[in-house]
Structures are given as structure tokens and as C-alpha cells.
């Protein structure tokens, strides 16, 4: 018995500082896989190890609660493309945030250090784009104050020039499936009852505000040239403003939550066709008879009518739960990336999903940028923001000829400091077109 004791005086302690600094250990130098806090695709889910800590709280039913929703939102509405195009230099900012997982006050923190919004934690006018990349739900209990307040930022943002492009992530989709593993029972009584929850991801104002402003995946232009958001890249064919010849042809981003996998087949015409798969299967989710969730109740799978593709783009592969781009040797993903960049007119993909806790991860020269750094105080991760501005700028030339400089510079912003992920310039001569 004393030796018992003794190695508790011994290790107690050890545990308790392991998990009061849990997000200042690198794991990987240590050798430690990330799995531990991720969610796992249900194909997957009863071959991976799951920590039951905070993080993988089991479901427990609550019985339904005779109290309503009471959450005041605006009608949700279209994003448009900022249209002012100042006289010689061009400039175009970009803010993009990971996951946010249930917790307003560090979302609001984030977005108000990025410059995002203001201290009232209204839109500020600063930024020209914000996007965020999917899981806004799950493992925290403000879901209807944060989708309440994307959708106000959206209206304010228009009604300046802005944008916010918002996604969905693999927690928006498994809640749509009716697959709640990682829902917090304090979270649903924000609801009111289950009934109430799966109305209100369903046909309630959050459920219309996916269907209506939320997509599985972005290109985001870095210049109005190649067009607005999301306009295919499909150069060469009418309609498509630039020739596949122009310098600034792949002057753009792709944002999705998980990945845009090199194994993926349906990469093309991109966005359009993955977003198309996307809407029809949110549609067919959304208006089937919800189904009791999981668990403690069975896992309800697609629907029955779900095609191939919806279904593969559901799959470990598709841009939902691809993790490849974080998790892949170095090696592997620089060999494999520019082919992906090609086919979907980019020059970068952000991607959240896949959390490292300390830092934002650039790879390949910031040709794949990892932005979900476990924001959420479940995660207890770093605050941070992805923040890219682009630059065209007119160059005097004695010939005549015409020149530009352009310039990206990429920055991960956090509470007490910038780090610069990618400076790069480009010399353009001749038509932009």
C-alpha cells in the first residue's frame, strides 16, 4: 500500500501539469499522434481509440424540456463581391478562421484580434473577405449565438462591400445525419429538447442558413479580374473572364474544412461540383423524418437515396474528413499538391479540420495552410487567424510595355504576435488577361 501512494505522489502531479500545459507540447516532436481529439468518420468509429475526457463526453439523453428557443436572427442573405477597384494599387484582404466548436467568447476574441470586427463585435470594415472554414458546432454550448452571429456579420458585411464565405464542416453534417456523438448535453438544453434541436438544424433558421449561405468548398479570387467567389475555374471556355494564358490564371485560394484529396474524383468544375453534391444531399438530410440521434440510438447513416457521389463526398477522402495535407509526410503532400492547384485553378488551399493546438501549419511553401488550431476551450488550443493580403501594383516601364508587381504576403495572427508564412512577389509584363 505505501508504494501505492507513493506513485501517486510521484505521478498525479506529472498528469496534472501534462494537462494544464496540454497546448504548449508539440505531440509531434514528441512522437504522439493528433488522433486523440479528432473526430473520427463513422466508418471509422469503433477501430480508433477515443480519450473520454472532456473532449469525448458520451451522450446522455436528456429528457425534452418545455422551454422555447428564443434567439433573434436576421433573414440570411447572399454574399456579394466587394466592387471598388482603387486607381493604381489593387488591394484585396482576406481573414479566414478554423473551427470554433460552441465557444463565443473565444470566436469573438479571434475575430476582433484579426480586425475582423470591432469591439462591439460588429463588422469593422477592415477586411474584404472573412471566411470560415466549417465546425462552428459541437463540443461547446453557444451553437445558436455563434450561427446567429455569422449571420449578422453577413448582413453587415454586405451592406459595406464585405463578404463572409462561410462552410460546412464535418460536425455540421454529422448533426444534419443525426449523428451526435460529440454533442454536449449542456449544449442541447440551449435547445430546449432534441425535437427542438433537429428542427431547428433542419428546417429552424440555422438549418436555412446552411442551405442558403453555407458551401462545402470555395475559390476565393485574389483579384476581381478572374471573377466573383466561386465562379468555376474553367478558363478558356465563354463566359470564364481570363484566358488559361494570363499570369494571374491561378491567382486565387481554395477553402474547404477537411481537404480537397488528390484521390478525389470530383475536383471539377470546381467549386460548382462539389458544391452541387453538397446542396442536394444537405436537401435530402434536412427534409427526411429526423431520425433519433446517435447514440444512444443506432447510427442513421445517408439516406437510402444518396448517389455514389454524395456518398463519396461524405467519405475519408472527400473535402469533409481528408486529413492527408496535415497528416502526410512532408514529402508526399509537396509531391502530390500542385497537381490539386492545377486542377482547381489555386495557388493555395486552407483547410481547418485537423487541429496542432499551437500554431497555424504552412507546408509546401504555404501552398497547404492548416488554420484550425483548436480555438474552442474544449481544445484549450492557440487564438488565431489566417490573414493574406494581395497586392497589384502599376510599374512605370520606358517601353511602353505594360508591368505589375503582385504580391501575397500570408500572416498568422495571434493573441501576442504575427508570423509571416509566405512574402512572395511576382513580376507580370503584358496583358493581365
Not at 99 to 109: F, I, K, R, T
Not at 406 to 421: F, I, P, S, T
Request: charged letters at 20%; one cysteine or more.
Amino acid at each position: 500500500m505505501p508504494r501505492f501512494f507513493t506513485f501517486l505522489a510521484i505521478f498525479l502531479p506529472i498528469l496534472a501539469a501534462l494537462f494544464l500545459y496540454r497546448s504548449s507540447i508539440d505531440l509531434r516532436a514528441l512522437g504522439l499522434p493528433l488522433t486523440w481529439p479528432l473526430a473520427a468518420h463513422p466508418d471509422q468509429e469503433h477501430s480508433l481509440h477515443f480519450n473520454q475526457g472532456s473532449d469525448q463526453q458520451p451522450f446522455q439523453p436528456i429528457d425534452a424540456i418545455d422551454t422555447a428557443v428564443h434567439s433573434a436572427r436576421p433573414t440570411p442573405s447572399a454574399p456579394v463581391v466587394p466592387s471598388h477597384v482603387p486607381d493604381g494599387t489593387y488591394t484585396r484582404r482576406i481573414v479566414a478562421v478554423g473551427d470554433l466548436h460552441g465557444d463565443m467568447p473565444n470566436a469573438q476574441e479571434v475575430l476582433h484580434m484579426a480586425g475582423v470586427v470591432d469591439e462591439h463585435g460588429n463588422w469593422s470594415g477592415n477586411v474584404d473577405f472573412f471566411v470560415q472554414t466549417g465546425d462552428i458546432i459541437d463540443r461547446g454550448d453557444d451553437t445558436i449565438k455563434l450561427y446567429t452571429w455569422m449571420d449578422q456579420l453577413r448582413d453587415q458585411a454586405r451592406a459595406v462591400g464585405g463578404t463572409v464565405l462561410s462552410h460546412l464542416g464535418n460536425h455540421e453534417w454529422m448533426n444534419a445525419i443525426g449523428d451526435w456523438r460529440y454533442v454536449y448535453p449542456s449544449e442541447l438544453m440551449t435547445f430546449g429538447s432534441i425535437a427542438a434541436r433537429q428542427r431547428e438544424l433542419s428546417v429552424g433558421h440555422i438549418g436555412r442558413s446552411w442551405a442558403a449561405n453555407y458551401s462545402t468548398a470555395s475559390r476565393l479570387p485574389l483579384h476581381q479580374l478572374l471573377g466573383p467567389p466561386n465562379l468555376d475555374f474553367t478558363p478558356g471556355e465563354p463566359g470564364y473572364p481570363l484566358s488559361p494564358q494570363s499570369p494571374v490564371s491561378h491567382a486565387a485560394i481554395s477553402f474547404c474544412h477537411g481537404g480537397l484529396a488528390p484521390s478525389y474524383p470530383d475536383l471539377s468544375p470546381f467549386p460548382s461540383r462539389i458544391n452541387e453534391l453538397g446542396a442536394s444531399l444537405l436537401k435530402k438530410l434536412q427534409h427526411r423524418p429526423q431520425p433519433a440521434p446517435h447514440p444512444p440510438y443506432p447510427y442513421p447513416g445517408l439516406p437510402a437515396d444518396a448517389t455514389l457521389a454524395e456518398q463519396r463526398m461524405y467519405g475519408a477522402d472527400g473535402p469533409l474528413w481528408y486529413r492527408g495535407w496535415a497528416l502526410d509526410p512532408e514529402e508526399k503532400v509537396c509531391k502530390e499538391v500542385d497537381d490539386v492547384l492545377q486542377r482547381t485553378g489555386t495557388r493555395r488551399m486552407v483547410m481547418g479540420h485537423t487541429p496542432d493546438f499551437q500554431k497555424i501549419v504552412s507546408r509546401c511553401g504555404g501552398k497547404i495552410i492548416i488554420i484550425d488550431t483548436g480555438i474552442s476551450h474544449a481544445y484549450g488550443g492557440a487564438l488565431s487567424a489566417l490573414s493574406i493580403t494581395y497586392t497589384l501594383t502599376p510599374e512605370s516601364d520606358e517601353s511602353g510595355m505594360a508591368r505589375w508587381s503582385e504580391n501575397e504576403v500570408v500572416k498568422a495572427v495571434y493573441q501576442d504576435r504575427e508570423e509571416v508564412l509566405a512574402n512572395d512577389t511576382r513580376e507580370i509584363v503584358g496583358s493581365l488577361l
